[in-house]
């Protein structure tokens, strides 16, 4: 097959995967999921040639490289905010919890968002997006063995902040 059928095929296979991937990183913010996943194909379409048999890890590792810009750009975006003397709640923007704010499950969620970035992200590979140490490695940019080793010490602390979390509210009840 030709370079183009390569990305049509990768493009087509997983397009909603790499949507899927992407939506739960920005967590809530939706309206971007398309932009981003737009950017990740398009460095598809002008990488094709170096699109891997296998392409879809190798296109988590291009939407975390997009997603890092959109964080970016947040911050960059936030300074720029602080500096003027505006936040967001002068504008009246205030977010309320809903009535279902206590998902289930949602400890769960608490203890992975007190871990580190680095963390969260190699326990997502592997929970949401069902990967292999070895697609981990490649989405990563490191070696298998890094890759296992970043994943078995990432679940280590999360099970500490597990353990935190059941201390803390067997404590308070």
Do not use: K
């Amino acid at each position: 097959m030709s370079n183009d059928e390569n990305f049509a095929a990768a493009y087509r296979e997983h397009y909603w995967a790499v949507s899927r991937y992407v939506a739960r990183r920005l967590d809530g913010r939706s309206g971007e999921v398309e932009e981003v996943v737009a950017e990740v194909f398009t460095v598809a379409w002008r990488r094709r040639a170096d699109l891997p048999s296998a392409p879809l890890p190798w296109l988590y590792g291009v939407a975390r490289n997009c997603l890092a810009n959109v964080v970016r750009g947040y911050g960059r975006r936030r300074r720029l905010v602080h500096r003027l003397g505006n936040d967001e709640s002068a504008h009246g923007r205030q977010v309320v919890a809903g009535p279902d704010a206590d998902a289930p499950g949602g400890w769960v969620h608490e203890a992975l968002a007190r871990l580190s970035p680095a963390d969260q992200e190699v326990l997502r590979l592997t929970a949401w997006e069902e990967l292999g140490v070895d697609e981990v490695a490649v989405v990563l940019g490191c070696g298998v063995r890094a890759a296992a080793m970043r994943l078995h010490r990432a679940r280590r602390r999360l099970r500490a902040e597990i353990e935190r979390l059941s201390a803390v509210a067997g404590g308070v009840a």
